[in-house]
């Protein structure tokens, strides 16, 4: 008889200000380490602007994605909805400014266990953001990148001595 071990599901929800640059970066790259580790779980990404609905990630995320190993191109922009809060058991802000609109979209529904800066699990409590690339040049999405990734491992690694 196969042994079976329980891990729980997580949903996440990875959220910058216009779903093209971070969050679909943060969404692919902590896809890709959890379908890696076979955790059945749940990873989305939205904006808190609504200016690119329906666009696929800035071609420069596209690119460094893709040069790991990680195709993006299928996302589709959607604006971040108060009901979120609701829907996902985490939700991580790349920057402050995302996420003091995460607690203004949600109002009411507003529950800070759940929504956290992103590179607080890479470096707690010490509210680092990650960086807006869409003024910036290609060097500034492979920093993007290697940020992302870095916080997308301490979230797995947390994860683990969470469970055991
Ligand atoms: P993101 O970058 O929040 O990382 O997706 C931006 C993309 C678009 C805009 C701003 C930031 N914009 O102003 O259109």
Same mark, same amino acid.
């Given at each position: 008889?196969?042994?079976?071990?329980?891990?729980?599901?997580?949903?996440?929800?990875?959220?910058?200000?216009?779903?093209?640059?971070?969050?679909?970066?943060?969404?692919?790259?902590?896809? +890709?380490?959890?379908?890696?580790?076979?955790?059945?779980?749940?990873?989305?990404?939205?904006?808190?602007?609504?200016?690119?609905?329906?666009?696929?990630?800035?071609?420069?995320?596209?690119? #460094?994605?893709?040069?790991?190993?990680?195709?993006?191109?299928?996302?589709?922009?959607?604006?971040?909805?108060?009901? +979120?809060?609701?829907?996902? %058991?985490?939700?991580?802000?790349? %920057?402050?400014?995302?996420?003091?609109?995460?607690?203004?979209?949600?109002?009411?529904?507003?529950?800070?266990?759940?929504?956290?800066?992103?590179?607080?699990?890479?470096?707690?409590?010490?509210?680092?953001?990650?960086? +807006?690339?869409?003024?910036?040049?290609?060097?500034?999405?492979?920093? #993007?990148?290697?940020?992302? %990734?870095?916080?997308?491992?301490?979230?797995?690694?947390?994860?683990?001595?969470?469970?055991?």
């Amino acid at each position: 008889m196969a042994n079976f071990i329980y891990l729980p599901t997580m949903k996440i929800l990875m959220v910058c200000l216009g779903n093209i640059c971070r969050s679909p970066l943060a969404e692919g790259i902590l896809k +890709d380490k959890a379908n890696k580790l076979q955790l059945n779980w749940q990873i989305d990404s939205a904006g808190t602007g609504g200016y690119h609905i329906g666009e696929p990630p800035h071609y420069l995320s596209q690119k #460094v994605a893709k040069e790991n190993g990680i195709d993006i191109s299928s996302q589709q922009c959607r604006q971040f909805i108060k009901e +979120d809060i609701l829907l996902f %058991d985490k939700i991580y802000a790349m %920057d402050m400014n995302n996420y003091y609109n995460i607690k203004q979209i949600t109002k009411e529904l507003w529950n800070e266990n759940k929504v956290e800066l992103l590179l607080n699990e890479l470096y707690p409590n010490q509210n680092k953001e990650v960086p +807006d690339p869409w003024y910036g040049d290609e060097k500034d999405y492979y920093f #993007v990148y290697d940020l992302i %990734d870095k916080a997308c491992d301490a979230i797995l690694n947390n994860f683990k001595k969470e469970i055991t």
